[in-house]
């Protein structure tokens, strides 16, 4: 992992962003480093693909839904 540190780096020097809420006269330690990242990022199209089966089709899952509903009048 790379990281940089800057010690005593003039908060007028920093970019405009970072600088609020620092007096601008001000030293800081500025420190930068890489932000860890997952290995095993999938895309949405990946994510549905390693979905395991049963998959039921719209029709079978209305079946499922009246037999259930019927079932509620016994």
Same mark, same amino acid.
Do not use: C
């Given at each position: 992992?790379?990281?940089?540190?800057?010690?005593?780096?003039?908060?007028?020097?920093?970019?405009? #962003?970072? *600088?609020q809420?620092? #007096? =601008? #006269?001000?030293?800081?330690t500025?420190?930068?480093?890489?932000?860890?990242? =997952?290995?095993?990022?999938l895309?949405?199209?990946?994510?549905?693909?390693?979905? *395991? =089966? =049963?998959?039921?089709?719209?029709?079978?899952? #209305?079946?499922?839904? *009246?037999?259930? *509903?019927?079932?509620?009048?016994?």
């Amino acid at each position: 992992m790379n990281r940089i540190v800057k010690a005593h780096y003039p908060v007028s020097a920093l970019p405009e #962003d970072l *600088r609020q809420g620092f #007096d =601008p #006269d001000a030293d800081v330690t500025v420190i930068v480093e890489e932000s860890d990242r =997952p290995e095993n990022i999938l895309s949405i199209e990946e994510l549905f693909a390693a979905r *395991r =089966p =049963p998959f039921r089709s719209a029709e079978e899952i #209305d079946r499922q839904i *009246r037999q259930e *509903r019927d079932g509620w009048n016994d």
